[in-house]
């Protein structure tokens, strides 16, 4: 179980303003994070309390480039998950490969308010606003993928797979 | 049923006889693009884990085309990086110094992607190659290592969306507007983990470098690819550049399945421009009110290669650039470089006041070689637009094609060459 305060986001959220390219020279979250969303919100690193933020957005969260760079310094905000009624695929690709929680719900994103207190339930898919009641279903994963996330991510299990092979 | 281009191909790569749209499959991969944004990512990832097997580095492709020639120290270590790895592991395609150029210009035009192939890149415009017929899609850092590691990677099957394009194209409607308008049409997740297939007379009337353009801009309305059949040109373009690396020419059965089938005359299509900040933002560039710049782009993995060149060159012939504009212009390789050289299109850009940049992805993403202060307009042939794109997030970036770049440089506001 996660949990967390939503810090609210529109539709077609970019990873160019998710984490500008001129940043992209360094690979170190925490580095990343002092200027992630510095396209929408400078202050929006100052709006995360670490742990304990969940980010939730409305369609194509993600869109633009390849860059990991961008869930990277989400995750290094100390943001436990992403909500958003679709992701852009690339985004997604890399969240989940990076051990990032991403769920897929349209109504979570759509009802969810800047500062409801949410709890989601990674196992079921669950996502519940502890300020209203509601409760929302995310789209499961297929169980390839919940793999991936199981192991907390891809390189995980490739590395298991050429240590077994080695 | 039959089957798609794309599907074909990802069978092919899977072992096997058919796919279904919305099957996961494990694929092995021909071409693995980094650059040295993403590379340096994935090499520090396998280094971490102290992973030394790297089976296929003749499949592996990385290029210094982004922050290069290096911008600050940063850059200059992350390029340092891969020149190691390259080294260490045998990869023979690495590229920088004088045989760099922006990764889509480049390895099509080194015969390093072919027809038939499954490429992915840690660049979201890998797309691109899409107009060799090849299927080409781009992922992360992180997914680029794990290939380089197996030499296959998991896709899920993409629906096809099919564009067919018929009509007769007005003058100054190139590659970049119809995509645009495509765009513009279906929105920025219009074709959102699908793939686009474009097809139809005036698709087959456009030359590979208008092609390419079309598919470069895929990844702008959400696809997974964009892909066009291989036809005379593509196998002469192919031909042409001197590969041995084996050429398969796959088409989309007559009844294959299609998500959607979009119908398009371009014939009362004009010149398009995306304001800013989605590339879907288009209008037709007759129908604008005056918007001033302070600079103009030409070149990106867009619409950097010869014929977009010629394009700028036609408009910009005997005439200067407006006193208060910029006008940068990046080749998209040594190759397109040379040639406009030799056909007399670099002094047409210098008498006319332009700067010649050297072949990289210059401003496109706001990083190196002239970004945009608070405030700046600037009209460029790149593909994205968003808030803060190329420089300050109060400056805008509004998407044209070469003639209404040069033009716009010329005017000193966008315009299209028959209102200079």
Not at chain 1, 49 to 62: D, E, M, Q, R, S
């Amino acid at each position: 179980m996660i949990r967390g305060k939503a810090v609210v986001f529109g539709d077609n959220v970019d990873t160019d303003v998710i984490i500008p390219a001129r940043y992209l020279t360094s690979t170190d979250p925490k580095e990343l994070a002092r200027h992630c969303m510095e396209g929408l919100d400078p202050q929006f690193p100052e709006r995360v309390t670490p742990g304990a933020t969940i980010l939730v957005a409305g369609k194509n969260f993600g869109c633009g480039s390849s860059r990991e760079h961008a869930p990277l310094a989400i995750k290094g905000c100390g943001v436990v998950a992403v909500i958003a009624a679709s992701f852009a695929r690339i985004f997604f690709r890399n969240a989940i490969n990076i051990g990032l929680p991403i769920l897929e719900s349209e109504e979570a994103a759509s009802r969810i308010r800047e500062g409801d207190m949410v709890s989601i339930d990674l196992a079921t898919g669950e996502i519940r606003n502890e300020t209203t009641g509601e409760v929302f279903q995310a789209q499961a994963f297929p169980p390839f993928l919940q793999e991936i996330i199981a192991a907390g991510g891809l390189m995980n299990l490739v590395e298991k797979r050429v240590k077994a092979n080695s | 049923m039959g089957m798609t281009i794309t599907e074909k191909i990802i069978a092919a790569h899977a072992g096997k006889e058919r796919v279904f749209p919305g099957e996961l499959v494990q694929v092995t991969v021909d071409v693995m693009l980094a650059n040295d944004i993403t590379a340096p990512l994935s090499i520090k990832e396998l280094e971490k884990r102290g992973i030394t097997t790297i089976p296929y580095p003749e499949r592996i492709v990385l290029v210094a085309d982004h922050n290069t020639p290096a911008r600050d120290i940063p850059s200059a270590e992350n390029v340092k990086l891969m020149r190691e790895f390259a080294k260490k592991h045998g990869i023979p395609h690495f590229f920088e110094g004088g045989a760099v150029g922006i990764e889509h210009v480049l390895l099509p035009e080194l015969g390093l992607v072919v027809p038939g192939d499954l490429v992915i890149g840690a660049d979201s415009h890998t797309c691109t190659y899409g107009a060799l017929g090849a299927f080409a899609t781009g992922m992360g850092s992180t997914d680029l290592a794990a290939s380089w590691v197996l030499g296959e990677t998991w896709l899920r099957v993409p629906e096809s969306l099919k564009f067919v394009l018929s009509g007769e194209r007005r003058p100054f409607v190139t590659g970049k507007d119809l995509i645009l308008f495509i765009i513009g049409e279906i929105g920025v997740d219009g074709a959102r983990y699908c793939a686009m297939e474009f097809a139809g007379p005036v698709v087959s009337s456009l030359s590979m470098d208008e092609r390419f353009t079309m598919t470069n801009m895929a990844i702008e309305a959400g696809a997974k690819n964009g892909i066009i059949a291989p036809d005379e040109k593509t196998l002469a373009y192919v031909r042409e550049t001197g590969t041995s690396r084996p050429v398969r020419v796959f088409t989309s059965d007559p009844d294959a399945e299609w998500k959607n089938v979009f119908e398009i005359d371009v014939t009362s299509i004009e010149p398009q421009v995306a304001f800013p900040h989605l590339p879907s933002n288009t209008r037709s560039v007759y129908g604008i009110p005056k918007i001033e710049i302070d600079q103009v782009v030409i070149g990106s993995c867009t619409n950097g290669r010869i014929e977009d060149l010629r394009m700028a060159a036609a408009v910009l012939r005997g005439r200067k650039v407006h006193p208060k504009v910029r006008l940068l212009i990046f080749p998209g390789s040594p190759k397109v470089l040379r040639q406009a050289e030799e056909e007399g299109l670099i002094r047409v850009f210098l008498e006319a006041g332009g700067v010649i940049a050297p072949p990289s992805c210059g401003p496109c993403l706001g990083g190196h070689l002239g970004v945009l202060a608070s405030f700046e307009r600037c009209a460029a042939t790149t593909n994205r637009n968003f808030i803060g794109r190329m420089g300050h997030e109060t400056s805008e970036v509004y998407l044209v094609n070469p003639y209404v770049a040069a033009s716009s440089a010329v005017a000193g506001y966008i315009t299209a060459p028959d209102k200079l």
